[in-house]
């Protein structure tokens, strides 16, 4: 799959470990500078790329309860 000339394999994309399976999922696939997140009911849909570090951060805050209140 290409996705804004980023090319990711099929096997590339991943989903969280704790995934439960009930479709409310988003997958990703890794790259040196850009991250690709994809809906997992829609793997053919939109694709955000945000670059690695953008990433990085938002899963640090993530673990940190930044978006809790959200």
């Given at each position: 799959m290409s996705a804004s000339g980023l090319d990711v394999a099929e096997d590339a994309w991943r989903k969280a470990k704790r995934?439960?399976?009930n479709g409310a999922c988003?997958?990703?696939?890794?790259?040196?500078e850009i991250v690709a997140v994809r809906d997992s009911k829609d793997p053919d849909g939109p694709i955000l790329m945000p670059s690695a570090a953008r990433w990085r951060s938002f899963v640090a805050g993530a673990k940190q309860g930044a978006f809790d209140e959200l």
């Open positions: 995934s439960v399976g988003v997958e990703v696939a890794t790259g040196r």
